[in-house]
Protein backbone atom coordinates (compact mmCIF):
# COMPACT_ATOMS: atom_id res chain seq x y z
CA UNK A 1 0.00 0.00 0.00
CA UNK A 2 0.94 3.44 -0.84
CA UNK A 3 2.04 6.09 1.89
CA UNK A 4 -0.84 8.33 1.14
CA UNK A 5 -3.38 5.66 1.28
CA UNK A 6 -2.63 4.54 4.95
CA UNK A 7 -2.63 7.90 6.03
CA UNK A 8 -6.29 8.47 4.47
CA UNK A 9 -7.08 5.26 6.02
CA UNK A 10 -5.73 6.08 9.76
CA UNK A 11 -7.02 9.96 9.53
CA UNK A 12 -10.91 8.18 8.73
CA UNK A 13 -10.49 5.82 11.33
CA UNK A 14 -9.63 8.61 13.89
CA UNK A 15 -12.71 10.93 12.26
CA UNK A 16 -14.93 7.88 12.78
CA UNK A 17 -13.67 6.79 16.47
CA UNK A 18 -14.21 10.82 17.18
CA UNK A 19 -17.67 10.50 15.76
CA UNK A 20 -18.24 7.78 17.93
CA UNK A 21 -17.04 9.34 21.15
CA UNK A 22 -18.91 12.61 20.14
CA UNK A 23 -22.18 10.58 20.00
CA UNK A 24 -21.75 8.35 22.81
CA UNK A 25 -21.45 12.16 24.86
CA UNK A 26 -24.28 13.29 23.29
CA UNK A 27 -26.32 10.02 24.43
CA UNK A 28 -24.92 9.26 27.78
CA UNK A 29 -23.61 11.69 29.39
CA UNK A 30 -26.47 13.26 31.07
CA UNK A 31 -28.57 10.74 30.57
CA UNK A 32 -28.88 9.77 34.27
CA UNK A 33 -29.55 13.19 35.37
CA UNK A 34 -32.83 14.04 33.78
CA UNK A 35 -36.31 11.65 34.72
CA UNK A 36 -38.45 9.92 32.09
CA UNK A 37 -40.76 11.71 30.11
CA UNK A 38 -44.34 10.97 30.83
CA UNK A 39 -44.58 9.56 27.19
CA UNK A 40 -43.50 6.54 25.65
CA UNK A 41 -40.25 6.23 27.65
CA UNK A 42 -42.46 6.01 31.02
CA UNK A 43 -44.54 3.09 29.74
CA UNK A 44 -41.62 1.38 28.24
CA UNK A 45 -39.73 1.49 31.15
CA UNK A 46 -42.41 0.08 33.26
CA UNK A 47 -43.43 -2.55 30.60
CA UNK A 48 -39.41 -3.90 30.49
CA UNK A 49 -39.92 -4.49 34.22
CA UNK A 50 -43.30 -6.30 33.83
CA UNK A 51 -41.55 -8.31 31.00
CA UNK A 52 -38.86 -9.61 33.46
CA UNK A 53 -40.91 -9.79 36.42
CA UNK A 54 -41.41 -13.99 36.60
CA UNK A 55 -37.21 -14.07 36.35
CA UNK A 56 -35.72 -15.87 33.46
CA UNK A 57 -39.00 -16.74 32.15
CA UNK A 58 -40.83 -14.45 29.85
CA UNK A 59 -44.39 -12.97 30.89
CA UNK A 60 -46.69 -12.52 28.06
CA UNK A 61 -48.78 -10.75 27.70
CA UNK A 62 -47.32 -7.33 29.51
CA UNK A 63 -50.14 -6.16 31.75
CA UNK A 64 -50.84 -2.28 32.22
CA UNK A 65 -54.01 -2.30 34.00
CA UNK A 66 -51.80 -1.94 37.62
CA UNK A 67 -50.35 1.22 36.20
CA UNK A 68 -53.27 2.86 35.55
CA UNK A 69 -53.03 2.13 32.03
CA UNK A 70 -56.04 1.51 29.34
CA UNK A 71 -54.95 -2.06 27.90
CA UNK A 72 -57.11 -3.95 30.70
CA UNK A 73 -56.81 -7.80 30.92
CA UNK A 74 -55.92 -8.49 27.32
CA UNK A 75 -52.32 -6.90 28.20
CA UNK A 76 -50.14 -4.60 26.05
CA UNK A 77 -47.95 -6.26 23.08
CA UNK A 78 -48.35 -3.13 20.73
CA UNK A 79 -44.55 -3.07 20.57
CA UNK A 80 -41.80 -5.96 21.01
CA UNK A 81 -41.31 -7.88 23.63
CA UNK A 82 -37.67 -8.51 22.81
CA UNK A 83 -36.94 -5.00 23.43
CA UNK A 84 -38.74 -4.83 26.70
CA UNK A 85 -37.33 -8.39 28.33
CA UNK A 86 -33.73 -7.15 27.02
CA UNK A 87 -34.08 -3.55 28.61
CA UNK A 88 -36.19 -4.79 31.87
CA UNK A 89 -32.54 -7.43 32.31
CA UNK A 90 -30.65 -4.08 32.19
CA UNK A 91 -32.76 -2.32 34.35
CA UNK A 92 -32.51 -5.16 36.53
CA UNK A 93 -28.56 -5.42 36.64
CA UNK A 94 -28.14 -1.77 37.01
CA UNK A 95 -31.38 -1.11 38.90
CA UNK A 96 -34.32 0.69 37.94
CA UNK A 97 -33.72 4.19 37.08
CA UNK A 98 -34.28 6.63 34.33
CA UNK A 99 -30.54 5.92 33.17
CA UNK A 100 -30.99 2.14 33.15
CA UNK A 101 -34.24 2.44 31.17
CA UNK A 102 -32.48 5.00 28.76
CA UNK A 103 -29.37 2.70 28.20
CA UNK A 104 -30.30 0.27 25.73
CA UNK A 105 -31.99 2.93 23.33
CA UNK A 106 -29.00 5.36 24.04
CA UNK A 107 -26.51 2.63 22.52
CA UNK A 108 -28.97 1.85 19.64
CA UNK A 109 -28.77 5.17 19.09
CA UNK A 110 -24.80 5.17 18.92
CA UNK A 111 -25.06 2.20 16.94
CA UNK A 112 -27.09 3.89 14.17
CA UNK A 113 -24.49 6.75 13.84
CA UNK A 114 -21.75 3.94 13.02
CA UNK A 115 -23.92 2.02 10.82
CA UNK A 116 -24.95 5.62 9.20
CA UNK A 117 -21.36 5.65 8.49
CA UNK A 118 -20.73 2.69 7.07
CA UNK A 119 -23.20 2.91 4.72
CA UNK A 120 -21.90 6.27 3.79
CA UNK A 121 -18.35 4.30 3.26
CA UNK A 122 -20.54 1.45 1.13
CA UNK A 123 -22.37 3.83 -0.90
CA UNK A 124 -19.64 6.61 -2.04
CA UNK A 125 -17.02 7.33 0.18
CA UNK A 126 -15.87 6.73 3.75
CA UNK A 127 -16.00 10.80 3.88
CA UNK A 128 -19.44 11.00 2.78
CA UNK A 129 -19.89 8.66 5.65
CA UNK A 130 -18.36 10.75 8.54
CA UNK A 131 -20.63 13.86 7.00
CA UNK A 132 -23.66 11.85 6.91
CA UNK A 133 -22.72 10.30 11.11
CA UNK A 134 -21.99 13.51 11.67
CA UNK A 135 -25.65 15.17 10.51
CA UNK A 136 -27.31 12.32 12.16
CA UNK A 137 -26.09 12.56 15.55
CA UNK A 138 -26.65 16.97 15.62
CA UNK A 139 -30.01 16.12 14.42
CA UNK A 140 -32.40 17.50 17.09
CA UNK A 141 -35.34 14.68 16.78
CA UNK A 142 -32.67 12.38 16.89
CA UNK A 143 -30.86 12.82 19.86
CA UNK A 144 -34.52 13.53 21.78
CA UNK A 145 -35.59 9.95 20.56
CA UNK A 146 -32.64 8.55 21.68
CA UNK A 147 -32.99 10.25 24.85
CA UNK A 148 -36.32 9.89 25.38
CA UNK A 149 -36.12 6.54 25.20
CA UNK A 150 -38.34 6.18 22.20
CA UNK A 151 -38.01 3.12 19.61
CA UNK A 152 -37.51 4.72 16.17
CA UNK A 153 -33.82 4.82 16.57
CA UNK A 154 -33.55 0.98 17.71
CA UNK A 155 -35.98 0.70 14.56
CA UNK A 156 -33.01 2.51 12.39
CA UNK A 157 -30.38 0.54 13.35
CA UNK A 158 -32.57 -2.51 11.64
CA UNK A 159 -33.19 -0.85 8.53
CA UNK A 160 -29.68 0.82 8.16
CA UNK A 161 -28.38 -2.96 8.85
CA UNK A 162 -30.45 -4.11 6.57
CA UNK A 163 -29.81 -1.76 3.47
CA UNK A 164 -26.15 -2.27 4.59
CA UNK A 165 -26.54 -6.44 4.26
CA UNK A 166 -27.98 -5.67 0.78
CA UNK A 167 -25.33 -3.39 -0.66
CA UNK A 168 -23.19 -6.25 0.16
CA UNK A 169 -25.21 -8.79 -1.97
CA UNK A 170 -26.18 -10.80 1.32
CA UNK A 171 -30.51 -10.51 0.40
CA UNK A 172 -30.99 -13.40 2.93
CA UNK A 173 -29.58 -11.83 6.05
CA UNK A 174 -30.92 -8.47 5.07
CA UNK A 175 -34.41 -9.68 5.00
CA UNK A 176 -33.97 -11.44 8.77
CA UNK A 177 -32.37 -7.33 9.81
CA UNK A 178 -35.93 -5.70 8.25
CA UNK A 179 -37.42 -8.78 9.32
CA UNK A 180 -36.17 -7.90 13.23
CA UNK A 181 -36.96 -3.87 12.56
CA UNK A 182 -40.33 -4.98 12.19
CA UNK A 183 -40.61 -7.10 14.98
CA UNK A 184 -38.60 -4.45 17.24
CA UNK A 185 -41.35 -1.60 16.12
CA UNK A 186 -43.18 -1.26 13.01
CA UNK A 187 -43.19 -2.59 9.41
CA UNK A 188 -41.51 0.69 8.17
CA UNK A 189 -38.35 -1.51 9.22
CA UNK A 190 -39.82 -3.32 5.90
CA UNK A 191 -38.20 0.24 4.21
CA UNK A 192 -35.38 -1.67 2.33
CA UNK A 193 -37.72 -4.57 -0.30
CA UNK A 194 -39.52 -0.83 -1.85
CA UNK A 195 -36.87 0.52 -2.43
Given at each position: ??????????????A????????????????????????D??????L?M???????????????????????????????????????????????????A?????????????????????????????F????????R?????G???????????????????????????????????M?????????????
Open positions: MSQPFKAACSDIFFALALFCFSMAVFMAKADRTTLPATAATHAASSATSNGLIPKLPLEQESLGGHWGKNGYNDHPFVFFYLSGWVMRVFGPSAWSKLVPCLMSVVCVMLTVWLGRILGSALLGISGLVLVLTEFIINLNGHLDNVMSVFILGSFILWAKRKPHLAGVCAGLGWFKTPVALLLFPV
